[in-house]
């Protein structure tokens, strides 16, 4: 995504008094407590993390909704990863980062995760199909052959207690809104899908707990949109969350997306799943009861981001 313009118009807030408005929105939102036994998975794409200028305040923000969670994918962390690493050292000691290298649009995808409750593991890497297998990524209506990802979603496994999960952290390409993206967008939703289904079948998949979350600029979660139709072909489930809020805070899309393979993973979704709509209380005074909506999301897409957290709770209790 190109940089968002810098806001020609200056605001300072006050960063506890934003804090208390997230934290009582948070529980209005029902984002439960890290708990023994849960693992509270999180995905949020900070637009272009590193090469817009985000101030000490901003990351403060940041920090403080990224600590609600055990680990969090992180999508369009850019080359620079000073923002990124900033944040983290806000966060308890405990927490780490792993980040992918720059791929499409000179991102990296990272996670951010607590390792008192997650212990990596021994596999990490990316999705990869070899040139020999593109002609399997196909799809009825689209001519359009795959040629692999402008950015490879980057995977690593982590065990909570005595379970494996394996976190796939996408940002599929967007383009436009034009046919030859759409369907670009979809072979490459699709190959996601197709990853999964052959994890789970073959017999020396590292883990069959997969959690496939992030960007993947699908504009409707619901069976007539082609993405939504690329990634549930082969069985890859989307549960509804409680919110049913849009993730994108500027118009009803619902770009980022958790998905579960139904025979493993769906089986330790809690039910508790959601979007976090932070723009909804923060500052306020700029908001201006909205009479001033143009410079608020101007700044909000910035100096935080223009997508919402998803977050999702999965048990890791012993059966």
């Known amino acids: 995504m190109p940089v968002f313009p810098k806001p020609g118009f200056a605001f300072e807030y006050d960063v506890p008094a934003e804090i208390a408005r997230l934290r009582q929105h948070k529980q209005k939102r029902a984002i439960p407590k890290r708990e023994p036994g849960k693992v509270l998975a999180a995905t949020w794409n900070i637009a272009n993390f590193g090469a817009q200028h985000r ?11 990224i600590g609600w969670f055990d680990i969090v994918a992180i999508q369009e962390c850019r080359g620079n990863f000073g923002d990124l690493f900033d944040v983290h050292h806000k966060l308890p000691k405990s927490y780490r980062v792993i980040m992918s290298d720059v791929a499409g649009n000179d991102e990296r995808m990272a996670f951010i995760y607590d390792s008192k409750k997650l212990t990596l593991l021994e596999e990490i890497g990316e999705i990869a199909f070899p040139p ?38 996408v940002h599929l390409f967007y383009g436009n809104n034009k046919s030859p993206s759409i369907a670009r967008r979809s072979l490459e939703t699709f190959a996601v899908a197709k990853w999964a289904d052959l994890r789970q079948k073959s ?11 992030g960007d993947f600029n699908m504009p409707k979660c619901e069976p007539g949109d082609p993405i939504f139709k690329a990634l549930t072909r082969l069985g890859l489930e989307l549960p509804e969350h409680s919110t049913q809020i849009a993730s994108s805070i500027s118009s009803d899309a619902n770009y980022d997306q958790i998905a579960f393979l139904p025979q493993t993973t769906q089986q330790r979704f809690t039910g508790l799943k959601g979007v976090f709509d932070y723009d909804t209380v923060i500052f306020p005074d700029l908001w201006q009861n909205g009479t001033n909506q143009k410079n608020f999301r101007t700044y909000l897409r910035y100096y935080l981001s223009d997508h919402r957290p998803m977050w999702v709770q999965l048990s890791v209790q012993a059966p």
Do not use: H, W
């Not at 101030?55 to 909704?65: C, G, K, L, T, Y």
């Not at 990802?149 to 982590?158: E, I, M, Q, W």
């Not at 017999?203 to 979350?213: E, G, I, M, N």
């Open 132 to 169: 020999s297998r593109f002609k399997t990524i196909k799809l009825p209506g689209i001519n359009l052959s795959f040629d692999g990802f402008d950015r490879s979603p980057y995977l690593a496994a982590f065990a909570a207690r005595n379970v494996s999960l394996m976190f796939v952290n």
């Open 203 to 213: 017999s020396s998949a590292f883990t069959r707990d997969l959690v496939a979350l």
């Open 55 to 65: 101030r000490d305040q901003d990351r403060s923000i940041m920090a403080e909704i």
